[in-house]
């Protein structure tokens, strides 16, 4: 009776792909018998006279080597039973190495799986949780783009859109807005950003805030605009929006979970690619309710510390709206909803009673000199 075989036998005179042979585990070692039209001889090798090491891709068999030179045979054993009873009778001194690499095998792929298992979890938690729309996710994943990112990000859609347009460079309006930018900007607690706000020239009623701290005021909303408050007002809204970082949360938002990932591998070239492809969307970017009113709360509480009276904005707003809501673009970004105003108000009437002080400039001549720079163009 020819018995199955459960080993291929390699060495010297057996065929290339070797020679299969039924292994029989005994007490003290092994006995090798052919199969079917076998060169191989029936042979009994003891443990003591063997080596023993791990194979396979996952070194899950064993490869028993005996003789010396062009006797040397090898033995691979890939059956599992085969493989258990090999274990329980061999000496532990000769499987000593082979558990041990067996071991660091197992570990390493213990890990592989774990690490592959996170983060397959990471990406598929994201994906639903921002297919949910939660807005924590979001906050969570910017929180871990570093600024640099970001100011690379917005300096980049910042100066593309600069260069379309008419910057003013000095005059009594850019030192007005750099004076209001200074007095907040020095009440801002480890301010990571170096906040840069570009006067342009344009009848849009707006402003609006970059990721990295890129500001927009036009020129437009300076003439809509009855003292420096209001627009101080507007500007600290416009600062807030970029310390909550709201600019990178709309933008994973619209971005979806390629940013997302993107940015948890760190490709900022595919970050920054993304955000080109937006280009100036980002610039008219809707924020979302929550964090317009977040950026209400602690645009009021910057303007309180910086010692700029804190109702402007409220101001601007309500005195717009009752006079020309038409074409004013801050509305479209910001629409003022009753439930905004009576927020911004409660926020005021919360603020300590304190003494403001006055910008160094006069408004009126501020103005002047925005309508004369027109005539001039
Ligand atoms: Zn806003």
């Known amino acids: ?60 068999q064993l490869v028993v080597s005996w003789g010396a030179g062009a006797s040397v045979r090898t033995l691979y054993l890939k059956d599992p039973a ?6 329980r009778a061999a000496p532990s001194a000769l499987m000593a190495h082979v558990e041990r690499a067996a071991e660091q095998v197992r570990r390493a792929r213990h890990s592989h799986r774990a690490l592959w298992g996170s983060a397959v979890g990471v990406v598929v938690g994201l994906g639903l949780m921002l297919w949910f729309g939660s807005d924590l996710i979001v906050e969570w994943a910017v929180a871990r783009i570093p600024v640099q990112w970001e100011q690379k990000l917005g300096e ?20 007005a807005v750099q004076e209001m930018t200074q007095r907040m900007t020095a009440k801002i607690p480890n301010n990571p950003y170096t906040f840069q706000v570009s006067v342009v020239q344009s009848p849009v009623v707006n402003a609006f805030a970059l990721p990295g701290g890129y500001v927009v005021v036009f020129t437009g909303l300076m003439k ?65 309710r929550e964090q317009e009113t977040e950026a ?32 004013v673009e801050l509305f479209s970004t910001h629409p003022m909803s009753a439930a905004r105003a009576g927020r911004l108000k409660a926020e005021l009437a919360a603020l300590p009673k304190q003494t403001s002080e006055p910008f160094t400039f006069e ?11 027109e005539l001039k163009k």
């Open 296 to 327: 209400d709360v602690t645009g009021i509480r910057l303007l309180a510390d910086a010692r700029i009276a804190p109702d402007g904005m409220i101001r601007f707003f309500e005195r717009l709206s009752e006079k020309d809501k038409e074409g």
């Open 156 to 175: 980049t859609v910042y100066q593309d859109f600069l260069s379309k347009e008419t910057v003013l460079k000095d005059g009594p309006a850019v030192s």
């Open 1 to 60: 009776m020819n018995p199955t075989p459960n080993a291929l036998c390699f060495g010297d005179g057996l065929p290339a792909a070797g020679a299969p042979c039924h292994v029989t585990v005994s007490a003290d070692g092994l006995t090798m018998a052919p199969v079917g039209n076998s060169p191989l001889v029936e042979e009994a090798i003891a443990f003591t006279a063997m080596s023993v090491e791990a194979g396979g891709l996952d070194h899950d």
């Open 82 to 87: 085969l493989i258990i009873a090999f274990r």
């Open 224 to 288: 809509k605009a009855e003292s420096g408050e209001e627009v101080a007002g507007v500007l600290s809204h416009e600062l807030n929006h970029v310390l909550q970082r709201h600019g990178m949360e709309r933008l994973v938002k619209m971005m979806g979970l390629a940013a997302v990932v993107s940015i948890l591998v760190g490709d900022q070239q595919g970050l920054i690619g993304l955000a080109r492809q937006l280009g100036l969307e980002l610039a008219t970017l809707k924020f979302g």
């Open 363 to 373: 408004w009126k001549s501020v103005q002047d000199s925005l309508s004369a720079s």
